[in-house]
């Protein structure tokens, strides 16, 4: 590959199990540890949204308030408005210390959704650049172009960028179950996660205790202070 520096090796991985004769193979040839990097974005951001729409329905049973039937099948910024007036009118009656907390998550939400979208739904480019440690004097790489707005955005497909992205992601998951807990609420999931406070992530492993939030089976309103 040569595009803005000099050649570069590249490398992917195939199985032979799969492969036909007579058929070709379109090889972007991301390493296997940032594809993985990758999906743990989009596995993060799906476990998310799915909170968020079970969040959306108790706060709006809670007020006692109507919505389009449909609204679990509009599009991530629709419903993110809805959360976001839900959670934003609730709060303001019954927990008004967490409005803010709220308000908080839904701008990170919004920040964080054009990258994982650019992540998990653009294409994927590459050039070659300048390596003093790599035997050509070059490598590659590959970054993620996406929509945003009017115009074009890329995010850089590299573990610091994923990892940092991941873990923000994880954070809006967690942070929102934490807020429901500190609400009285319990949301319903039947997904293997669990949700620990960084605190406890933390400590050394040689002591680490680590204590899971409860998340019950079934969803409910917040109880009322």
Known sequence: MVEAGGPTQVSTTLNRDYLRDGEYTLVVPI???IALLMARVV???GAFEVRMDWVIEAFLKGLHRQEEKKWRGLPFGRRKKIFAEAASAYTAIMFPNETEF???LVATATDLQWQRNTVAH????????????SP?????QFYAVGMRGN?????????PTLEKMYHEIAHLGGNLIAALGRMGAHVETESPEIVVADRD???SP????FQALPISKSPRPPASE
Do not use: V
């Not at 294409?123 to 300048?130: M, P």
């Not at 115009?151 to 573990?159: A, K, P, Q, S, V």
């Open 122 to 133: 653009g294409y994927i480019k590459g050039q070659s650049i300048s390596d003093a440690n």
């Open 206 to 209: 040689a002591h680490g205790s």
């Open 151 to 159: 115009g074009e955005e890329f995010i850089y497909l590299d573990e």
């Open 31 to 33: 390493s296997d540890h």
């Open 102 to 104: 709220f308000t908080r």
């Open 201 to 203: 992530l933390l400590q």
């Open 43 to 45: 596995i993060a951001w």
């Open 136 to 140: 050509s004097g070059f490598r590659a």
